[in-house]
């Protein structure tokens, strides 16, 4: 039986790695050169000719002026980790229970399903073009904006509950984060296409003989929430979490990455963009390898 169990085992991870095989591939001949001399740029200073460029090393003073000297990296990279941590929880919290309706049973339930995927096509690079970039779309947002009431319900209720709960510092700052994410509501649920499918499959793989038992026992939905949905899809929650931050911090709209990007087409200063895209890079992995490591404290692992 043991024997049996490897086998199964192996042959599964066998599958996987056949899987992400075109993805190994593609990073080992299309990927390592260019980050080999990124990096190398990120300690040079990049002079470009007529004839090509030629890197002068300089050591950490890219780093240094990225760190040190630039007045806004410093500024935009702690608004950027900061928006994220919120809108990432925002995004999971919302997507599970999203998936949590899907998974009932109702008329209509694949209309509603293709409809939450609708998000994943919509979030993709074409339409996101057409979404910052079209001059026509840009203007009619505009427009709405303008034709619209500039007393929105959020913001009136914002007013009301910063009057009356007013020179708290804590809960200032908590219904300022709480009200950015309702005014963002948009940007989350058109991130949150992916999350709801993967958070899907892993309700569908719960047994229902776990409910009926559980309620059998006297077990409330709620309790029943806590106690078992909720710990059988906690590794599914690790997955979408490191997926929700790669896809933050690789937004079209992200600052970090519009300051990076200028500096390198339009200012043309190659060493100190690869500078800061390596920051930028590396303050991305140190957040999902200590995010990764306190949510698989939590984890429920199970055969």
């Not at 760190?67 to 919120?86: K, Q």
């Amino acid at each position: 039986m043991k024997k049996r169990t490897v086998g199964l085992t192996s042959r599964r991870a066998l599958y996987g790695y056949i899987f992400i095989l075109p993805f190994i591939l593609g990073f080992i001949f299309f990927m390592i050169k260019p980050l080999a001399q990124s990096l190398k740029m990120s300690f040079c200073e990049v002079v470009i000719s007529n004839q090509g460029f030629t890197m002068n090393l300089n050591h950490l003073a890219n780093y240094k002026r990225a760190l040190l000297i630039d007045p806004e990296f410093n500024r935009l990279l702690t608004e950027s980790v900061t928006t994220m941590i919120y809108r990432s929880l925002a995004t999971i919290v919302f997507s599970f229970f999203v998936a949590l309706l899907l998974n009932q049973k109702f008329k209509g339930r694949t209309l509603a399903r293709s409809i939450f995927f609708l998000a994943v096509i919509l979030s993709s690079g074409v339409l996101v073009g057409l979404e910052y970039n079209n001059t026509l779309m840009q203007q009619l947002k505009a427009t709405i904006e303008e034709a619209g009431n500039t007393n929105s319900i959020t913001e009136v209720l914002e007013q009301i509950l910063v009057t009356n709960v007013g020179g708290v510092g804590k809960m200032d700052k908590l219904f300022k984060i709480l009200f950015e994410i309702i005014d963002s509501i948009y940007d989350v649920a058109m991130a949150s296409g992916i999350q709801i499918i993967i958070f899907l499959s892993g309700l569908q793989n719960i047994s229902p003989s776990m409910y009926e038992a559980a309620q059998m026992e006297g077990c409330t939905s709620w309790e029943s929430l806590w106690k078992i949905t909720v710990p059988m899809v906690s590794p599914l929650m690790l997955v979408c979490w490191v997926y929700t931050i790669v896809d933050f911090f690789m937004k079209t709209d992200n600052k970090v990455m519009a300051k990076i990007n200028d500096q390198m087409v339009i200012q043309l200063n190659y060493g100190f963009s690869s500078a800061m895209a390596w920051i930028y890079f590396l303050v991305c992995m140190a957040l999902i390898g200590l995010s990764s490591l306190i949510i698989s404290k939590v984890v429920y692992n199970y055969d």
